[in-house]
């Protein structure tokens, strides 16, 4: 809660969030939480329990994406943490370029939003982690497409 408010003060706090989880679960709604966007040193070390309070809540499946700081973004984002975290700043911003082939930016299809190299596949490791540990019961369902109509010889048939 303390890295959202510093990080996203007007949004809504992490038990709302985590209700609305558990209030669709209770309705059959299958949800996917999404953790993003995973900041390293910042809310990297929260995945773990992230994942368990999901799962808990009635989540069926976790994702998750890297932080990328596109265009202006990336002035913001370095000016900000340099003042709200200046112990820490740079270290961040670095393991951010390590992510992201040096560059606080990376638009490589498959690669943007996972990162590359050794601290992205840390971040990948924890996720399988938490897959396997709070998850592992747990499918999300396939999507029923039988009463959409572009799949059942609709608007896709035009392309045929």
């Known amino acids: ?11 809504a706090t992490i038990s709302k ?8 679960s ?7 939480v999404m953790l993003a966007p995973i900041i ?26 890297v932080v990328r700081l596109n265009g ?13 975290m200046p112990d820490r700043a740079e270290k ?8 992201h082939g040096g560059s606080l930016n990376d638009s490589r ?6 990162g590359d190299g050794e601290f992205a596949d840390m971040i990948r490791s924890q996720m399988a982690l938490a897959r396997r540990r709070f998850f592992a019961n747990k499918h999300f369902p396939e999507l029923n497409t039988a009463l959409f109509q572009p799949y059942n010889g609709g608007q896709l048939r035009l392309f045929g």
């Not at 961040?92 to 992510?99: F, G």
């Open 1 to 11: 809660e303390k890295t959202r408010q510093l990080l996203e003060p007007r949004t």
């Open 17 to 24: 969030r985590l209700e609305t989880v558990q209030l669709l």
């Open 26 to 32: 209770e309705h059959g709604v299958p949800v996917r």
């Open 40 to 65: 390293p040193g910042i809310n990297s070390h929260e995945i773990l329990p992230l994942a368990k309070a999901a799962s808990e809540a009635g989540a069926v499946a976790i994702s998750h994406t």
């Open 72 to 84: 202006a973004i990336g002035e913001i984002f370095t000016d900000w943490i340099r003042k709200a």
């Open 92 to 99: 961040v911003l670095n393991q951010i370029k390590a992510w």
């Open 109 to 114: 299809w498959g690669d943007r939003m996972r």
